[in-house]
């Protein structure tokens, strides 16, 4: 579950040269001044934000960006065909505007040829001038989030269809959920009402859920290896001077995947560090029961023989395997399959940390960090380290979300739940891409599918599916857009999605994949014939890329896939077509589509 943070971002630019399919990024990097050219169209990156810029101004009445507006570069994608497109993050007379992120599309000639964008009014408040200062703001975040306020800055909460003066908070050791952790809170700077008090991690099992289970008394206590953990490594004697550290290959014998290859740092004869050199640096570190929101302060694990875990929860480091597996196939996945580097597409390493505080029976991707926290489980519900890989997959694809769309719940209640269309699309994204993280893995023990959390040992056997989402009862996930789906809690409003996806992908009726039985009912008895898991991919991914931003809802959605089908395979295409049945399939039509939104 994401926490629905709106935080001052480092502009930083990524060019993408996706070639039709599944291709991916030439390039990301942060905006130092120096122009970064794409090598197949000789336009410089600068050029391309510069013309988007003016072309936002020069279309003020489509894009809505207004005078005292300041537009801040966040990425720039091209196109293989030529299109660009520059996603921006607003500042209003100096101001973060919350929820006025836009994306400027252009042609190979720079010529504006539309936008996306999240508020669709405008961004200027009715005032300028708080009735609040800064300290009473701090003191209402402080005792609302229950935890000690930050400095607070003014912004101009553009969100839910408004445009309010309000001021920003952040707020650390908050005490209104399992863990402690940071919160953003936006107090409103006229009346001094909380505008929203969101958690800035990304929870996997939401606050409902986990109050269903204990209803029903229900607990998880998934399978977990038995393996004997593997003889020491012999270190043959150097024959020549080694200058440390040296990329090195190690064996993980983990909780739920089995014995797998890790690639590691030597740092001396007999001494490895879990750290892989050839994914940027990405490190897994014990957290050593402490609420950790800061890496460096996370003990490094470390070995003689670089042979790590022992297949069960004795030994610290087996979590530590799972977590540095699942991290590794996440980037893997997104890099072969469309060239990202990274989770915010930077270079920069992926991290994680294992036994995340005392007794904590979830997992989080925590922006904060930057990183994956995993819990132990907190012993009576749920019995084992919340590390299998579908979650790590979930949860890093949250951090891919974040750094792209930034999608928002559209409210949060007092439990930290949270409901609304472009939050359920973030899960559905997640749970879509978490799967494929298990396609492309591949691992035996931990066979692909389109079932999420099938290994956490619940009684429904999975958490939730693509195919058939109301299957899942837990969380009373939907199969079908209404529009009560619009305040739905996010997990349970997920399935519209997902479910459209999964259509697109392998099509509707009865289907064996892989081992697996699925069986995906459509909204008005028609049939999907599917298009395959690669190009549904490829359209959901560049939908999200180019196409959505921060309100995006699920007929938002329909029209990212279908502009991204045209795209990838033209307007013309089967995929294109099936992409509409997809959605209609699951409700998401143009006939109806709300009157009004955002």
Same mark, same amino acid.
């Given at each position: 579950?994401?926490?629905?943070?709106?935080?001052?971002?480092?502009?930083?630019?990524? @060019?993408?040269?996706?070639?039709?399919?599944?291709?991916?990024?030439?390039?990301?990097?942060? @905006?130092?001044?120096?122009?970064?050219?794409?090598?197949?169209?000789? #336009?410089?990156?600068?050029?391309?934000?510069?013309?988007?810029?003016?072309?936002?101004?020069?279309?003020?009445?489509?894009?809505?960006?207004?005078?005292?507006?300041?537009?801040?570069?966040?990425? @720039?994608?091209?196109?293989? *065909?030529?299109?660009?497109?520059?996603?921006?993050?607003?500042?209003?007379?100096?101001?973060?505007?919350?929820?006025?992120?836009?994306?400027?599309?252009?042609?190979?000639?720079?010529?504006?040829?539309?936008?996306?964008?999240?508020?669709?009014?405008? @961004?200027?408040?009715?005032?300028?001038?708080?009735?609040?200062?800064?300290?009473?703001?701090?003191?209402?975040?402080? #005792?609302?989030?229950?935890?000690?306020?930050?400095?607070?800055?003014?912004?101009?909460?553009?969100?839910?269809?408004?445009?309010?003066?309000?001021?920003?908070?952040?707020?650390?050791?908050?005490? #209104?959920?399992?863990?402690?952790?940071?919160?953003?809170?936006?107090?409103?700077?006229?009346?001094?009402?909380?505008?929203?008090? #969101?958690?800035?991690?990304?929870? /996997?099992?939401?606050?409902?859920?986990?109050?269903?289970?204990?209803?029903?008394?229900?607990?998880?206590?998934?399978?977990?290896?038995?393996?004997?953990?593997?003889?020491?490594?012999?270190?043959?004697?150097?024959?020549?001077?080694?200058?440390?550290?040296?990329?090195?290959?190690?064996?993980?014998?983990?909780?739920?995947?089995?014995?797998?290859?890790?690639?590691?740092?030597?740092?001396?004869?007999?001494?490895?560090?879990?750290?892989?050199?050839?994914? +940027?640096?990405?490190?897994?570190?014990?957290?050593?029961?402490?609420?950790?929101?800061?890496?460096?302060?996370?003990?490094?694990?470390?070995?003689?023989?670089?042979? +790590?875990?022992?297949?069960?929860?004795?030994?610290?480091?087996?979590?530590?395997?799972?977590?540095?597996?699942?991290?590794?196939?996440?980037?893997?996945?997104?890099? &072969?399959?469309?060239?990202?580097?990274?989770?915010?597409?930077?270079?920069?390493?992926?991290?994680?940390?294992?036994?995340?505080?005392?007794?904590?029976?979830?997992?989080? +991707?925590?922006?904060?960090?930057?990183?994956?926290?995993?819990?132990?489980?907190?012993?009576?519900?749920?019995?084992?380290?919340?590390?299998?890989?579908?979650?790590?997959?979930?949860?890093?694809?949250?951090?891919?979300?974040?750094?792209?769309? &930034?999608? *928002?719940?559209?409210?949060?209640?007092?439990?930290?739940?949270?409901?609304?269309?472009?939050?359920?699309?973030?899960?559905?994204?997640?749970?879509?891409?978490?799967?494929?993280?298990?396609?492309?893995?591949?691992?035996? &023990?931990?066979?692909?599918?389109?079932?999420?959390?099938?290994?956490?040992?619940?009684?429904?056997?999975?958490?939730?599916?693509?195919?058939?989402?109301?299957?899942?009862?837990?969380?009373?996930?939907?199969?079908? +857009?209404?529009?009560?789906?619009?305040?739905?809690?996010?997990?349970?409003?997920?399935?519209?999605?997902?479910?459209?996806?999964?259509?697109?992908?392998?099509?509707?009726?009865?289907?064996?994949?892989?081992?697996?039985?699925?069986?995906?009912?459509?909204?008005?008895?028609?049939?999907?014939?599917?298009?395959?898991?690669?190009?549904?991919?490829?359209?959901?991914?560049?939908?999200?890329?180019?196409?959505?931003?921060?309100?995006?809802? /699920?007929?938002?959605?329909?029209?990212?896939?279908?502009?991204?089908?045209?795209?990838?395979?033209?307007?013309?295409?089967?995929?294109? &077509?099936?992409?509409?049945?997809?959605?209609?399939?699951?409700?998401?039509?143009?006939?109806?589509?709300?009157?009004?939104?955002?």
């Amino acid at each position: 579950m994401r926490g629905p943070h709106i935080r001052s971002l480092a502009v930083a630019v990524a @060019v993408t040269t996706a070639a039709t399919g599944l291709a991916g990024t030439a390039f990301a990097g942060p @905006v130092t001044g120096t122009d970064r050219a794409t090598a197949s169209t000789g #336009t410089s990156a600068a050029s391309v934000v510069a013309a988007a810029r003016a072309a936002a101004f020069a279309h003020a009445t489509a894009t809505g960006v207004t005078r005292g507006d300041e537009l801040r570069a966040q990425d @720039v994608l091209i196109d293989p *065909e030529g299109a660009r497109h520059v996603r921006f993050l607003r500042t209003h007379q100096g101001m973060p505007v919350l929820g006025g992120d836009l994306v400027v599309h252009l042609s190979h000639r720079l010529a504006y040829t539309g936008v996306t964008r999240a508020a669709d009014h405008s @961004v200027s408040p009715a005032t300028t001038r708080p009735e609040l200062t800064a300290t009473q703001a701090e003191a209402k975040a402080a #005792t609302v989030a229950r935890g000690d306020a930050g400095t607070a800055e003014l912004v101009v909460d553009a969100r839910d269809g408004g445009a309010a003066l309000a001021y920003r908070i952040p707020v650390s050791d908050s005490s #209104t959920a399992d863990a402690t952790g940071t919160r953003t809170v936006v107090v409103d700077a006229v009346t001094g009402t909380i505008r929203s008090n #969101t958690p800035d991690s990304d929870e /996997f099992l939401s606050p409902k859920l986990l109050d269903t289970l204990r209803e029903r008394g229900e607990t998880m206590d998934p399978a977990t290896g038995t393996a004997v953990q593997p003889t020491s490594l012999t270190s043959a004697t150097a024959s020549r001077a080694v200058h440390y550290p040296v990329t090195a290959s190690g064996t993980g014998t983990s909780l739920f995947v089995g014995k797998v290859p890790l690639t590691t740092s030597r740092t001396a004869r007999t001494s490895y560090l879990l750290k892989d050199p050839t994914r +940027w640096g990405t490190e897994t570190r014990d957290a050593k029961g402490r609420e950790l929101e800061n890496f460096a302060q996370g003990k490094k694990f470390t070995t003689t023989n670089d042979k +790590w875990g022992n297949g069960a929860v004795s030994r610290r480091d087996s979590a530590a395997v799972d977590a540095q597996y699942g991290i590794s196939k996440t980037l893997d996945f997104y890099k &072969k399959t469309f060239g990202r580097k990274g989770i915010a597409n930077n270079g920069k390493a992926a991290r994680g940390m294992v036994h995340f505080g005392k007794k904590v029976a979830n997992a989080f +991707w925590d922006s904060t960090c930057g990183c994956m926290l995993y819990g132990d489980g907190d012993g009576d519900m749920f019995k084992k380290p919340l590390v299998v890989l579908d979650v790590t997959g979930h949860e890093l694809t949250h951090g891919v979300v974040d750094a792209t769309a &930034k999608l *928002e719940p559209t409210r949060v209640d007092a439990q930290g739940n949270q409901f609304g269309e472009p939050g359920s699309l973030n899960e559905s994204l997640a749970d879509i891409f978490g799967s494929n993280v298990e396609f492309s893995a591949n691992n035996a &023990k931990n066979p692909p599918n389109y079932l999420i959390g099938e290994k956490l040992g619940l009684a429904q056997k999975f958490l939730r599916r693509l195919d058939h989402p109301s299957l899942d009862k837990l969380e009373g996930t939907i199969d079908y +857009w209404s529009p009560q789906a619009y305040d739905a809690e996010v997990h349970a409003g997920s399935g519209v999605s997902s479910h459209a996806y999964y259509l697109l992908a392998e099509g509707s009726g009865s289907k064996k994949i892989g081992g697996f039985t699925y069986d995906s009912p459509t909204y008005d008895g028609s049939t999907v014939t599917g298009i395959g898991r690669t190009k549904a991919t490829a359209i959901f991914y560049r939908a999200l890329t180019r196409y959505m931003v921060s309100t995006t809802d /699920f007929h938002d959605a329909r029209v990212a896939t279908l502009k991204a089908a045209a795209d990838l395979y033209g307007a013309n295409s089967t995929a294109y &077509k099936t992409v509409d049945q997809a959605w209609a399939a699951v409700n998401v039509t143009v006939a109806n589509t709300p009157a009004a939104r955002h």
